[in-house]
């Protein structure tokens, strides 16, 4: 079965600063999507990627699907307080197949 | 419009009780989806709906496990004998249509087994 290995695990940046978070997969990933959760709360939906080499951007945050469709990163420049959170990758398993596979996730700490 | 909900926030439940939660998607949304997510973890798939028809049900962790969406709309996923290692916040997600399309995620059901 696929695994999504999200690394850190933590981090905590300062404000202002930008920061990056990597997923990586031991298959081909069919769909990447990235996630923002807050603790107690459900999951909310910031971007999906699904061509190797796709670059998306929504305000200061961009994820990239690398051309070998293995990894994917996001980047948040300027970090705000409001960034702050959990961060998880999901993928689809198999081409075509609707149930994702999800990260343990990155816990983000932004420190004023 | 409104969003995924779910129903209740949350739930105590006693070793050995059943336990049902409910999932009302977006409305004109096909797909349905349960995942399972234990503190500290990344949510786990357990099953998926098209309309009305249950087309994976391969993370479902045993047979106390049973998902229904009768009517394609309003999904209902029921815990037989409840255990302790049932503990866990229970999402569910909605999207338009099968395929890659985004999924959106209610606030979750968390339930706690003592």
């Known amino acids: 079965s696929q695994e999504l290995e999200q690394s850190p695990q933590s981090l905590i940046v300062q404000e202002g600063k930008n920061l990056t978070i990597n997923c990586t997969s031991s298959?081909?990933?069919?769909?990447l999507y990235w996630y923002k959760q807050k603790y107690g709360e459900g999951l909310i939906f910031l971007m999906m990627?699904?061509?190797?080499?796709e670059e998306k951007s929504h305000e200061k945050i961009t994820a990239k699907l690398d051309e070998k469709k293995q990894q994917s990163s996001l980047h948040i420049t300027a970090s705000q307080p409001s960034h702050a959170g959990i961060y998880l990758c999901?993928?689809?398993?198999?081409?075509?197949?609707?149930?994702?596979?999800f990260g343990k996730g990155t816990h983000l700490i932004i420190q004023p | 419009g409104a969003g995924v909900s779910q129903s209740p926030r949350y739930k105590v439940a006693k070793r050995g009780q059943d336990v049902a939660l409910r999932c009302d998607p977006i409305?004109?949304?096909?797909?349905l989806f349960w995942y399972q997510q234990a503190l500290g973890q990344g949510p786990e798939f357990l099953t998926y709906?098209?309309?009305?028809?249950?087309?994976?049900k391969s993370g479902l962790p045993s047979d106390r496990f049973f998902a229904e969406r009768p009517e394609g709309s309003v999904s209902t996923l029921k815990i037989q004998r409840t255990q302790q290692e049932d503990s866990a916040v229970y999402l569910c997600?909605?999207?338009?249509?099968?395929?890659?399309?985004?999924?959106?995620f209610g606030p979750g059901t968390r339930l706690t087994v003592t």
């Open positions: 409305s004109g949304h096909v797909s």
């Open positions: 709906f098209q309309n009305e028809a249950q087309l994976d």
């Open positions: 298959k081909t990933l069919y769909g």
């Open positions: 997600a909605s999207s338009l249509s099968s395929g890659f399309y985004e999924q959106y």
């Open positions: 999901g993928a689809g398993q198999i081409e075509g197949a609707d149930g994702l596979t």
């Open positions: 990627l699904q061509k190797g080499g």
